[in-house]
Every structure is written in structure tokens, then in C-alpha cells.
DNA sequence: ATATTATCTTGACGGTGTCTAGATTAATAA
DNA sequence: TTATTAATCTAGACACCGTCAAGATAATAT
């Protein structure tokens, strides 16, 4: 039991759940959140949490969704930072803050995209809002460089945006269960990453064109 | 207890535990696998498994080295299969044959790269060595076609096989959870993932236009 | 035949999510 | 203000889970 004013009622429940299972999560992972435990640490009765969520798993998206509104935030800040690279080294520092996050955060990272909400659990409905509305920032970024001739005109944006998105995405995922690769390694092979995705030269375009 | 002949001993208990749980897992998913109902479906007290495989995360890992080995063998093929295909060609081959795998068994696919063995769990050393090794037969393969050319002369080799696969990996996980793509553009996104990766410009182009 | 070892069983412990029914208090309507 | 309603919290119970310990049984080695 962490608080002293016994009074029956906690007062701002909800939000103290929140950010306790956060920090546990942050620290431990999804496994190591139990809902008995959180209530215990917050001083409070096993079910009572119930009277906030529905389920372990609407706590769980409630969280992802901070996650995601926190990567969104961090990562939105990246053009006004840079405002005077070119095209190719803009994405490469769009690609280094996403990678960023997910490395600061593995754990929530892991549970914004996991099994856990994913595919074992439900998503919420807007968690499903929040997490769409993430990747169109990301289509809109992609949008724009395509614009400027950093990826083939003839591929849809749509399908750019996904297959570069996914390559993050297991860059991540690498990195977070450590397999293949070491943590040292993550800017470096995010860089050839980068230079792998993008078109590396105005005569590429123009080959393809002659095709 | 789906066995008729009550001998108190099993016979083959370990082979049948891996065969039923591998089934398990294969529809449900690593959750819905317990030690207890495996028992019981094949006909043995709950503790029975302890006796070959030290704990549950043993047999896990037992079963996702048959994944990774029917994966080698499934992938393996490609080349003989091929003979005559290009490099970018067969490189795309590659790809499809190492996401249809994914795709046809998501199941197990999660497991073998999933959290539950990488991060809370420990991996075997045994199923260590076969994952390393799984991967060395894609960093092979990216050797060879650096050497036709298909991939930037300048990046190191072990950086183009890591880059690759995580964004091949990347794109099984966001397949397997339905994460901001729809199953039906699984071998559009692939080829798409496959177009990005490879070098489009100078000598590499050439080749191509050979064809 | 006896001893050893591998295999399997039953019982128990502590952990989990969450449902139900009841207690307490805050908010609201009269 | 008072009475009623609604929100919030608690305790108890249920059905799961992984796995440890101690004992039963059978195959194997001596």
C-alpha cells in the first residue's frame, strides 16, 4: 500500500492506474503486470480497477494509446528541427526518431504493436483510431518526399509507406528481442536501412523511365 | 485422454507432447497452449511433461526450431527451383517463399521470433544455434547477389542481410497482427519491400536490361 | 533376483483474471 | 435539508495456470 489517506474513495483512480501499470510495463514488460499487483501498489482492492476498465485488456489499450500519442509528438517536432537538410537526410532523421522511441521505450513500444492488443486481445476502437492516425502521419511524410524524387514515382504511396513503415517496424522488433543484431549496431544498420529504401540516384529514375 | 491403451508408460510421450502442442499452437497460438491441457489431451497426469522437457519454455523452444528448420528446408528449395531467373528475379523469389511461410503457419512464426521466447522467456542454446544459423543461410544468399550487383558494393554485407531481413520481418509481424495492411496485399507489399531493397541504378539496372 | 533408473501420478502452493454480492460514500433530485 | 440514486470500492469465490515434492510403477542394468 503506497498512499496514506485511507478515505473509501481514491479520488483519481483512474489516472493513478494508469500511470502506475506504465511504469510497470516500462520497466518489466506486459508479463509483468498483473491487475492484483497494480491494485496493491496503489493501494487498493483487486477488483476496484474494474469500476475504470473493463477488462486488463482495455488497460492495456489505454496505455498503448499514451505510447502512441507520445511517439507521435516525438517524432512531429523532427521537420521543424531540421528545417534546412535535403530530402534523403530528412527521412534519415524521420527514421532515426521513430527507432529512437522504440529503443527508449522497447517495452511499450512492444505492447503498442504486440500480440498481447493485437491478436491475442481486442484493440479498442480508438486505439485503432489513434494508432491509424499515427501511420498517416507517416504516409504524409512519405507523400512528401516521394514528391521530391526519394522513392520510384510508379510505386503507389500507399504501398511505399507500408513497405518502408514495416521495415522500421522490424528493425524494431530486431533490436527489442535481440536477435540478429546488437544493440550497438541499431543507427548503423538504420542508416543502411535508409540508404537501402531510398531511390540513390536521379539516374535511377531516369533508367526506370527508359524501361 | 484421447489414448485408449493405459500402459503407465507412454512409449513415446516426448515426440507426442511436441506433435500436439506444435498442433496447438499451429491454431491457437502460443496462449492457448497449457501445460495442463496438453496433458490431458494426450492422456497424462499435468506433471507428466516435466519428465522431457525442463519447463514450459523448453518445450516452446523445441517446437520453434521445427519451425525454424521446416522454414530452412521450405526456402531452401528456391534456388533449384528457379535455375533460370535473374538475380532480382530470384531475389523476389526469396522473399515470397520466406513470407509465404509466415503466412501459411503465423502461428508458429510468432513463436519462433516472438517475445515469449526471446524476451521473457530464454532461449535454448541448441535453439540458438539453429536461429543463427537460419539466418546465415539468408546472409549467404545475400552475398551472392551483392556479387551480381544487386545490392550497393559499399555497404557491408552483414548490414544488407540484417537491413533486408528485419524489413522482411517486419512485414510478416504487421501481416500477422493486421497492423495497417490487409492480407490480400500481402505479395504486393512484398514486391513493392522487394523493388526498394534492391539496387535500381548504374550496373545493376544493366543486368536488368539484359533481360 | 535385486538394485537402479526412468517414467508417471497425486497433492499442494502461490499466482492469475474476473464474476457476484454487498458496503460505503459522493452526487443529485426532491 | 433530506432522500434517493449512482459511483466507487471491498471481500469472497471460481476456474484457470506453472511447477515443486513425494510417492507409485515399470523398464533396465547388474
Redesign the interface.
Known amino acids: 500500500m503506497t498512499k496514506d489517506k485511507k478515505t473509501y474513495h481514491h479520488g483519481d483512480l483512474r489516472k493513478t492506474l494508469l500511470d502506475t501499470a506504465t511504469a510497470i510495463i516500462r520497466e518489466g ?1 506486459v ?1 509483468s503486470l498483473s491487475i492484483r499487483k497494480l491494485a496493491d501498489q496503489v493501494g487498493v482492492s483487486r477488483t476496484a480497477p474494474y469500476h475504470h476498465f473493463k477488462d486488463k485488456n482495455e488497460l492495456l489499450c489505454a496505455i498503448a494509446e499514451q505510447g502512441f500519442l507520445q511517439q507521435d509528438q516525438a517524432v512531429k517536432k523532427i521537420p521543424a528541427q531540421y528545417p534546412t537538410l535535403l530530402p534523403a537526410a530528412l527521412f534519415e532523421q524521420y527514421v532515426l526518431a521513430y527507432i529512437r522511441f522504440a529503443n527508449e521505450q522497447p517495452e511499450t513500444y ?1 505492447l503498442m ?3 498481447e492488443i ?3 486481445g481486442t484493440p479498442t476502437e480508438s486505439l485503432k483510431v489513434i ?2 492516425s499515427s ?1 498517416r502521419i507517416w504516409v504524409e511524410w512519405i507523400e512528401e518526399l516521394k514528391e521530391k524524387n526519394l ?2 514515382q510508379e ?2 504511396t500507399l ?2 509507406a ?10 524494431c ?2 533490436f ?6 546488437n544493440r550497438e ?1 541499431l543507427e ?2 538504420a542508416t ?2 535508409v ?3 531510398i ?3 536521379g ?2 529514375t531516369k ?2 523511365e527508359i ?1
Request: charged share 25%; proline share 2%; no cysteine.
Open positions: 514488460g508479463e512492444d504493436f504486440g500480440r493485437w491478436k491475442t494508432s491509424k501511420f522513392f520510384n510505386e503507389p504501398r511505399i507500408q513497405a518502408s513503415w514495416a521495415a522500421l517496424h522490424g528493425l522488433r530486431l527489442n528481442d535481440g536477435i540478429y543484431v549496431d548503423a544498420i543502411t536501412t540508404h537501402m529504401l531511390q540513390t540516384s539516374k535511377a533508367s526506370k524501361l
